[in-house]
């Protein structure tokens, strides 16, 4: 008796355990984390992202439970992949007989490609080159193993999966549901049925996931009666913490439970932003309940709070990591970008031991070009990020030090050289307004600069040597948020350094990046 009490109690903990109610926080992935697409390989998940200008391009994150997630790598990790310059838009994982492959634009020249990989966290192959139209391609395997390409203009290929080439003559299968800016699409097969899910709206507050579906992969697809599945363009969804919600991707887990992750944006505090974000769109998700021969009802009535409470895969959390960067390493940890290709001579772990060594070019943030910049995104509306930074400029047009950016614009709190004498000072940058604060003398010395961040204000600040921090300037956050820098991306915070036109005669040596935040 005693031994099928046991068995039972044991019975009970791991079906209770396998669909206790979990609650999580949305966004899953915080920060500029935008247009996910989700992939399974056993009990394994895969996700990525877009990336635009940051490099290394399209990110590569693991999970075991859909809710953790860590990154592992990179689909485009190296410059000769795409050699004249990369804009990755959104892009899609899938796992097929053992490859993983990831499709994608690159709106800088080659257009659509895929890469593929036997290992998610890479290497990934060359591109191989797809002519479809549109952007954000999808690429569906079929039961008889036949593989296909749809993409923003709804236009069906079917194409040789080893040289890209196209079998077929394309095939308009759907017009969407009459959404502005139609992206995205993804192609699911249950029940008999071809189901094509695609974004409609824009990527603003009007964002929504719309379906259809057929019998035949080439239609006519029939639009579900209820779309769109996933919006917050809504009365239901007005008064969401999480706006914009969209691009979205779905995935049946090993337990046979099924997903959808998906972007959106966190808003400023209305007293402060009203519809303003500062960190991107992030990935989100949701539980997803799809009957029999029916149609996908994301978590009930297709809104999704930030505080979400449902029964989960068992949660396998990653060991957390240090959010402080000493610069001891020979190489960066996988949360450093550069904007776009960096020219590697001007950046060096190795030439002054414990340190990050910059060396500015002729270019600056604002040229797009290749500036010297690495950064890490902001993650939380409430954050600090602090350095230190050792420079000692010989010229007037020679600066260094730390920034938050977003598309262009930037604030930063810099050393500079004024009247012959070292100064600090903050500069905002929006579009063509700049400003200036009141220059600072420095003490000889190294400097520690910090940024720190709220819904209602940027502020900069200063130290040497043991002094207490001093504020030098405050700034609106909305002047770096996405509707006033525009663009697709999000906040950034990182090193720089910079000759404005000129290359630097002397070097910004950073012995720490420290990263803190709060939500």
């Given amino acids: 008796m005693r031994k099928i009490l046991l068995l039972s109690?044991?019975?009970?903990?791991?079906?209770?355990?396998?669909?206790?109610?979990t609650t999580y926080t949305n966004p899953v992935i915080p920060g500029f984390y935008s247009d996910p697409s989700?992939?399974?390989a056993g009990d394994d998940y895969y996700l990525i992202t877009s990336t635009f200008e940051y490099f290394p391009g399209v990110p590569v994150f693991h999970s075991k439970d859909l809710v953790n997630w860590e990154q592992i790598g990179y689909c485009i990790d190296r410059p000769t992949q795409l050699p004249r310059g990369l804009n990755i838009f959104a892009a899609t994982i899938r796992y097929h007989d053992g490859t993983f492959y990831m499709i994608t634009t690159n709106m800088m020249a080659e257009g659509n490609f895929y890469v593929t990989a036997t290992n998610p966290a890479g290497p990934w192959s060359d591109p191989i080159l797809i002519k479809?139209?549109?952007?954000?391609?999808?690429?569906?395997?079929?039961d008889d193993g036949k593989a296909y390409v749809i993409s923003s203009?709804?236009?069906?290929?079917?194409?040789?999966?080893?040289?890209?080439?196209?079998?077929?003559?394309?095939?308009?299968?759907?017009?969407?549901?009459?959404?502005?800016h139609p992206e995205g699409p993804h192609i699911y097969k249950k029940d008999g049925y071809y189901y094509l899910m695609a974004a409609?709206?824009?990527t603003e507050e009007a964002h929504m996931e719309t379906i259809a579906r057929s019998k035949s992969i080439w239609g006519p697809y029939d639009s579900n009666p209820s779309n769109p599945i996933l919006?917050?363009?809504?009365?239901?969804?007005?008064?969401m913490r999480i706006q914009?919600?969209?691009h979205a991707d779905m995935i049946e887990a090993h337990d046979g439970s099924r997903w959808i992750v998906f972007h959106g944006y966190r808003k400023l505090q209305a007293m402060y932003g009203g519809t303003h974000h500062i960190l991107g769109r992030e990935t989100c998700l949701a539980p997803v309940d799809w009957p029999e021969n029916g149609w996908p009802v994301v978590n009930g009535n297709g809104t999704v709070p930030d505080k979400m409470t449902c029964p989960t895969l068992p949660l396998k959390p990653?060991?957390?990591?240090?959010?402080?960067?000493?610069?001891?390493?020979?190489v960066l940890g996988l949360e450093w970008n550069w904007l776009r290709y960096p020219v590697t001579e001007n950046y060096s772990l190795t030439e002054r031991k414990g340190y990050l060594r910059l060396k500015g070019s002729d270019q600056t943030i604002e040229d797009r070009k290749s500036p010297t910049f690495v950064g890490r995104r902001v993650k939380h509306m409430n954050f600090t990020v602090t350095t230190q930074i050792d420079f000692n400029p010989a010229a007037a047009n020679e600066e260094a030090g730390l920034t938050i950016l977003n598309n262009g614009a930037h604030f930063d709190i810099l050393v500079k050289k004024s009247g012959g004498k070292r100064v600090l000072f903050s500069r905002l940058r929006f579009g063509s307004v700049v400003y200036e604060s009141k220059e600072a003398v420095l003490k000889p010395g190294p400097v520690r600069l910090v940024i720190k961040g709220d819904p209602s204000a940027f502020t900069f600040l200063y130290s040497q040597g043991n002094d207490a921090l001093k504020e030098v300037q405050r700034a609106d956050p909305k002047y770096l948020s996405s509707e006033t820098a525009g663009g697709f991306t999000g906040l950034y915070a990182g090193l720089y350094a910079t000759g404005n036109g000129k290359a630097c005669t002397s070097v910004a040596d950073y012995d720490l990046f420290e990263y803190e935040g709060r939500d």
């Fill in 153 to 180: 203009t709804f236009i069906l290929n079917e194409i040789n999966l080893k040289t890209g080439e196209s079998l077929t003559e394309g095939r308009k299968v759907w017009n969407g549901t009459g959404g502005r």
């Fill in 38 to 40: 989700i992939c399974r």
């Fill in 132 to 142: 479809a139209g549109g952007i954000d391609p999808d690429l569906f395997f079929d």
């Fill in 244 to 246: 914009g919600v969209g």
């Fill in 231 to 239: 919006t917050h363009c809504s009365f239901a969804g007005q008064g």
């Fill in 9 to 21: 109690l044991f019975c009970l903990t791991a079906v209770y355990g396998l669909y206790a109610q």
């Fill in 200 to 202: 409609e709206g824009g």
């Fill in 318 to 330: 990653f060991a957390s990591k240090s959010l402080r960067t000493d610069f001891d390493e020979n």
